[in-house]
């Protein structure tokens, strides 16, 4: 965690995080995040996976939002799954 305050779901227990803060998520792992109001995080993914088009259309879509169709789409494509 850089700045800001986010929680993480680690598959058993959401985990608040703070400023210096590390996170782990193992390949394939259950994980979710919450909150985090003008919180920033630095995302490492190890071995390097396809998730420029994920984060690019996160990024975008206060301009430009999803139908509901597009969005459902968008999330099952990425492995997305909102509980």
């Known amino acids: 965690m850089l700045s800001g305050e ?34 920033s995080m630095l995302l490492m993914f190890a071995p390097g996976a396809p998730r420029e088009d994920y984060f690019e ?13 597009e969005r459902v789409e968008f999330m099952l494509r990425h492995d997305t799954y909102w509980v």
């Not at 985990?15 to 996170?23: E, L, N, S, T, V």
């Not at 996160?58 to 939002?65: D, F, K, Q, R, T």
């Open 6 to 39: 986010v929680e993480l779901y680690d598959g058993t227990a959401w985990r608040p995080g703070r400023p210096g803060d590390f996170y782990f998520v193992p390949y394939g792992g259950l994980h979710g995040f919450r909150g985090g109001d003008h919180a």
């Open 57 to 69: 259309t996160l990024a975008g879509l206060a301009e430009n939002p999803l139908s509901e169709e």
